[in-house]
């Protein structure tokens, strides 16, 4: 009787010829679904998302009216609530209010991407907050300390350069913060609104960094480099220390870094073998999140600071 080994290497030898004599079978072909064009222009898209104060209603936009417009629903689920209402100009939500159900959203006038921001009452009434012909505005952020403000940009005095604007959050009276006189790209204002960190774009690939002291009302550069290098500002943190920006000098990949305001000394704070997509603190800055473009992937990092 041959013994259990010469029987596998027999078995084994016969695998090949047995893979001549019976091939897999062909894959059955599997018909692709059709949609019709109806289908199709009914799909709804969601963007955005805001809490509202007691944390217990979503802010977002949809278009499921056929236009943009702003809803909100339970966070427990159920049916959503329209909050805005426009059959021919997209509207697209930017945040509730941090401590009323009031909300603030954006609004173009018949196309021309000259996107206004307006407010929505408890009541529901409406009202510009940056009325004019002319001028595109952008929300920044709320005033993170006491929230007693919040921040816009407009192009409304030079249709060129965005100047920065604080509004009082219970009367919308507005006071210029910054005046933007040379094509600077307002990223982001400290927490005691003494610095403003301001974008400078060369080239696609290379930028650089300038900040601006409120109170002497000077710039200053603090990114000056030899080559091409990428400099990129991202956030304060929540103790008016220090500037977090982006950066690849030196690199192929870029990192975070951080400008000491009281020093004028630069140091890295974080790298990844891949790009440093965004990186921002928690809102009472306990935290700091960062995203790394993970060859394709989205991978976050979320750290105790």
Known sequence: MPSLVSRVVA???LLPALALASPPPAPTARPSKQYTIDQFMTTT???G???SPDEKKILYSSNET???NAFSAPVS??????????T??????????????RILYSRDQGGNENNHLYVRELAGTEKDLTPGDKLKAQFLGWKADDESAFYVLTNERDAR????YKYDVKTYARTLLYQNDGGYQVSDISRDEKWIALGKPRTTSDSDIYLYDAAKKEHKHITAHKGTASYIPVEFDPGSTALYFLTDDGSEFKRVARYMLATGKAE?????DWDIMYTYFSKNGAYRVTAINEDGRTVIRLHDV
Do not use: C
């Not at 689920?77 to 426009?86: C, E, I, M, Y």
């Not at 350069?161 to 920065?164: A, E, R």
């Not at 890295?268 to 990844?272: G, K």
């Open 66 to 68: 056929g236009i943009f």
């Open 45 to 47: 898209k969601l963007m």
């Open 11 to 13: 078995a084994v030898a």
């Open 88 to 101: 021919t100009d997209s509207t697209f939500a930017v945040s509730y209010f941090p401590n009323d159900e």
């Open 77 to 86: 689920g159920g049916k959503a609530t329209q909050l805005t209402h426009s």
């Open 268 to 272: 890295d704070v974080e790298r990844a």
């Open 161 to 164: 350069f965005f100047d920065l």
């Open 49 to 51: 998302a805001s809490f």
